[in-house]
């Protein structure tokens, strides 16, 4: 009985100790330093660590860590590997408690730290060259928060339209295009389940069109920051774009599951050999068609850009990714070497390496011009291509809510349970709501 | 005079504080209080303060007043998920009390092979929610790759549109759930069966009631409780489980099948949109509901008048 006692007194200490290192957010201590070294802690989520399972990302990602010691002796590096559930919890949480130097950042959270200025500028630490060499509408997204260079974007995808080249020879310019050709297929090919695949039930579909919506010439903000998105003009080009993706699915040409699909729901039509043509991220060239198919399928599939409508600029496409980013902070000297550390992170070799490994597209125009799996990787050429002329979504508080709100209005009219009109004043109502709140 | 030398007072416990508190029953309460402190009542308590801000993730939140709560009960996305949730709710305990009652009479008979019929359903009730999701999300998606579909095609029946027609997916989110919470109300309704003493059974055997009057008249009354308390615990799982929707529809198609528990993870966390003090609110108005039949589960029990007292 003694004995359970004391283990029970032992068990209360431990779930008191529990609750207050949590409570921290599992947040480290810098390491100690060598005399005359700063320490720079930086958060990553696992997958993007040296401690993830894959062997190739534990290497490239090793190789930064290695790189940067050799050139910074006065510096070392912590990475701080993220252990919640929710890896935007513990962003906020540790950049709002100066417990990491830098984060790895995804683009969608970065205007909520940025807004209230948390991030150092990093423009004035950039040389022309350097400038010159990332995307740039990588710089006109990260600066339209504050004015300020709050990070430099590390890796990005970019919509894309993947078709096979034996039932599709060209890619489709225009929908009107894709619809002729879709039909044909479905013509010749009764078994095609999907000759064209498009998730439409998340706000995966409105990335999709994104570009698609600039293209026709909407804006999604007045001057003054209102959500005009849905408003006058703006909506008759979702109405355009609704109805073509109604047209194509009342035709059998997109299969009727895309109305609740997310990207990730064409996986199974691609590898039964039932879809000719889809539209998904930059990424899934390399890590679904090349990496799952057998090599001479995967022989066929070809990738171009997002199509476009007939009147308009060519389809553009819309990007995503992720962003390095060094915390404000009064110690000049520990600042200094923060921000090293996000210009090394974001280097050609670290992009280069990095991204090879991980599979994701880079946002430096020198990795695709001199690498040679860059240059060579039909899908990354056209993601290259893509990005040229690519637009981000507005990095705003406002853009997922009318993401998730426009995405919940194309579902709506897709499977019928709303009509085009009803969908769209549903979806404007709440953007006008949320945004009266904010 | 002989002076009556009176005995000093010794103190009937002479332990340090810290031998009485060792002794004492501390040590036995102390990881459960600091448990329910640190994991149940701090969260609990920071929830409804957060639901009375603006706060989002990152950015500290200002007091609001009852602002997330006027805005929810005006927010069509809220209110179409109350909706849903109750029809949910309703067919899910409805299907599982139903179905749970069936299997545990049929498992009351003696055939062979019984057990491993008791542990094949009780499987659906301990797979993960997301693991549930994606099952029958491929069984169900349509084309010749989902298995029902594949099925109807032999019968040359047409396609049926299983997740992308609202109705259709309101109608199979609500299967999926019965499917997945009948192993415990089959738990729960064979342990019911059990308790009823045998003898009377055999009296009415012998008094030549059939199998439905001895249904009817015997076996439902006498699990009245179990019941009660099935119900109550399988409203509250129907009310505070997401997952398995998350993955199987996300709510789709255009919401049709948002259950409120699911808007408050879409709104505390998902697609960027990070709106903690909404979420909280969302999360308050569902803890209010839950309340409700936890008041009904503590009554029906006699919880809070003791158990094992005489």
């Given at each position: 009985m003694k004995a359970l006692r004391h283990i029970s007194i032992l068990l209360a200490l431990m779930i008191l100790f529990t609750g207050v290192v949590f409570a921290g957010g599992g947040q480290q201590a810098p390491a100690p330093a060598e005399p005359g070294q700063v320490t720079v802690?930086?958060?990553?989520?696992?997958?993007?660590?040296?401690?993830?399972?894959?062997?190739?990302?534990?290497?490239?990602?090793?190789?930064?860590?290695?790189?940067?010691?050799?050139?910074?002796?006065?510096?070392?590096?912590?990475?701080?590997?993220?252990?919640?559930?929710?890896?935007?919890?513990?962003?906020?949480?540790?950049?709002?408690?100066?417990?990491?130097?830098?984060?790895?950042?995804?683009?969608?959270?970065?205007?909520?730290?940025?807004?209230?200025?948390?991030?150092?500028?990093?423009?004035?630490?950039?040389?022309?060259?350097?400038?010159?060499?990332?995307?740039?509408?990588?710089?006109?997204?990260?600066?339209?928060?504050?004015?300020?260079?709050?990070?430099?974007?590390?890796?990005?995808?970019?919509?894309?339209?993947?078709?096979?080249?034996?039932?599709?020879?060209?890619?489709?310019?225009?929908?009107?295009?894709?619809?002729?050709?879709?039909?044909?297929?479905?013509?010749?090919?009764?078994?095609?389940?999907?000759?064209?695949?498009?998730?439409?039930?998340?706000?995966?579909?409105?990335?999709?069109?994104?570009?698609?919506?600039?293209?026709?010439?909407?804006?999604?903000?007045?001057?003054?920051?209102?959500?005009?998105?849905?408003?006058?003009?703006?909506?008759?080009?979702?109405?355009?774009?609704?109805?073509?993706?109604?047209?194509?699915?009342?035709?059998?040409?997109?299969?009727?599951?895309?109305?609740?699909?997310?990207?990730?729901?064409?996986?199974?039509?691609?590898?039964?050999?039932?879809?000719?043509?889809?539209?998904?991220?930059?990424?899934?060239?390399?890590?679904?068609?090349?990496?799952?198919?057998?090599?001479?399928?995967?022989?066929?599939?070809?990738?171009?850009?997002v199509p476009g409508y007939q009147g308009t600029a060519g389809g553009r496409s819309v990007s995503g990714g992720w962003v390095f980013s060094a915390r404000k902070m009064d110690d000049p000297v520990l600042q200094e070497a923060a921000v090293k550390f996000v210009l090394h992170a974001t280097s050609f070799m670290a992009q280069r390496n990095v991204n090879k490994a991980g599979g994701w597209t880079p946002t430096r125009t020198s990795v695709f011009q001199d690498d040679p799996f860059y240059q060579g990787d039909r899908f990354m050429v056209a993601a290259d291509e893509a990005l040229a002329t690519a637009t981000v979504r507005p990095l705003n508080v406002m853009s997922p809510i009318m993401a998730s709100a426009i995405a919940d209005a194309l579902s709506q009219y897709l499977s019928g349970s709303a009509t085009l009109a009803q969908a769209l004043d549903r979806a404007n109502t709440i953007i006008q709501q949320e945004f009266s709140n904010l | 005079?002989?002076?009556?030398?009176?005995?000093?007072?010794?103190?009937?416990?002479?332990?340090?504080?810290?031998?009485?508190?060792?002794?004492?029953?501390?040590?036995?309460?102390?990881?459960?209080?600091?448990?329910?402190?640190?994991?149940?009542?701090?969260?609990?308590?920071?929830?409804?303060?957060?639901?009375?801000?603006?706060?989002?993730?990152?950015?500290?939140?200002?007091?609001?007043?009852?602002?997330?709560?006027?805005?929810?009960?005006?927010?069509?996305?809220?209110?179409?998920?109350?909706?849903?949730?109750?029809?949910?709710?309703?067919?899910?305990?409805?299907?599982?009390?139903?179905?749970?009652?069936?299997?545990?009479?049929?498992?009351?008979?003696?055939?062979?092979?019984?057990?491993?019929?008791?542990?094949?359903?009780?499987?659906?009730?301990?797979?993960?929610?997301?693991?549930?999701?994606?099952?029958?999300?491929?069984m169900l998606v349509e084309t010749r790759f989902g298995m029902f579909n594949a099925l109807l095609d032999l019968m040359n029946v047409p396609p049926v549109r299983w997740l992308s027609n609202a109705r259709n997916a309101q109608m199979s989110v609500i299967m999926v759930y019965i499917w997945k919470g009948l192993g415990f109300s089959l738990l729960l309704m064979s342990g019911g069966l059990k308790i009823i003493p045998q003898e009377m059974i055999e009296s009415a055997d012998i008094d030549g009631a059939s199998y439905l009057q001895k249904l009817r008249l015997i076996k439902l009354p006498m699990m009245k409780d179990i019941i009660s308390v099935n119900i109550i615990f399988s409203v509250i799982a129907a009310l505070n489980s997401y997952e398995t929707v998350f993955v199987l529809t996300g709510g789709g198609p255009g919401g049709a099948t948002s259950i409120i528990a699911l808007v408050m993870f879409n709104t505390a966390f998902g697609d960027g949109r990070n709106q903690l003090g909404r979420g909280s609110a969302i999360g308050v108005v569902m803890f209010v509901v839950t309340l409700i039949f936890v008041i009904i589960y503590v009554r029906k029990t006699n919880f809070a008048k003791g158990y094992g007292k005489p």
């Open positions: 802690r930086f958060l990553v989520p696992q997958w993007a660590s040296t401690r993830d399972a894959r062997i190739e990302r534990q290497v490239a990602f090793q190789s930064v860590i290695d790189s940067f010691h050799a050139a910074n002796p006065n510096i070392r590096l912590q990475e701080v590997v993220s252990t919640a559930s929710s890896y935007d919890v513990d962003v906020a949480n540790q950049i709002n408690n100066g417990t990491v130097e830098v984060v790895w950042i995804n683009n969608p959270f970065y205007p909520t730290l940025q807004q209230d200025g948390k991030f150092v500028n990093v423009e004035p630490f950039l040389s022309e060259a350097d400038k010159a060499d990332f995307f740039p509408w990588t710089f006109e997204a990260l600066k339209s928060v504050n004015g300020e260079l709050g990070g430099l974007w590390h890796n990005t995808d970019v919509r894309l339209f993947f078709y096979r080249t034996d039932l599709m020879p060209t890619a489709p310019k225009t929908y009107e295009e894709l619809i002729t050709m879709t039909r044909q297929i479905k013509n010749s090919n009764p078994e095609m389940a999907a000759p064209f695949f498009a998730s439409l039930g998340h706000t995966d579909a409105i990335t999709h069109v994104w570009g698609n919506f600039e293209a026709l010439g909407g804006r999604p903000f007045d001057d003054n920051g209102k959500p005009v998105v849905l408003d006058g003009q703006n909506r008759q080009y979702w109405e355009r774009i609704f109805r073509t993706f109604k047209e194509m699915m009342d035709a059998g040409l997109i299969p009727e599951s895309a109305a609740v699909a997310r990207e990730a729901g064409v996986v199974p039509l691609l590898l039964s050999g039932q879809v000719a043509s889809f539209i998904a991220n930059s990424n899934y060239g390399v890590r679904e068609i090349v990496a799952k198919l057998p090599a001479e399928e995967a022989a066929l599939w070809q990738a171009a850009n | 005079m002989q002076s009556i030398v009176q005995p000093s007072i010794q103190p009937l416990n002479r332990q340090s504080k810290i031998e009485r508190f060792i002794h004492g029953p501390w040590p036995f309460i102390l990881p459960a209080l600091f448990g329910l402190v640190f994991m149940r009542a701090f969260p609990f308590v920071w929830q409804i303060w957060l639901s009375f801000t603006n706060m989002r993730l990152g950015r500290p939140g200002e007091f609001i007043g009852l602002q997330n709560y006027r805005v929810l009960f005006q927010n069509p996305v809220f209110l179409s998920s109350i909706a849903y949730t109750g029809v949910f709710m309703v067919a899910t305990v409805a299907g599982q009390m139903f179905f749970g009652l069936l299997l545990a009479l049929l498992l009351e008979e003696d055939f062979k092979g019984k057990a491993v019929y008791r542990m094949t359903f009780l499987i659906p009730w301990i797979v993960s929610g997301f693991v549930a999701g994606i099952l029958w999300q491929l």
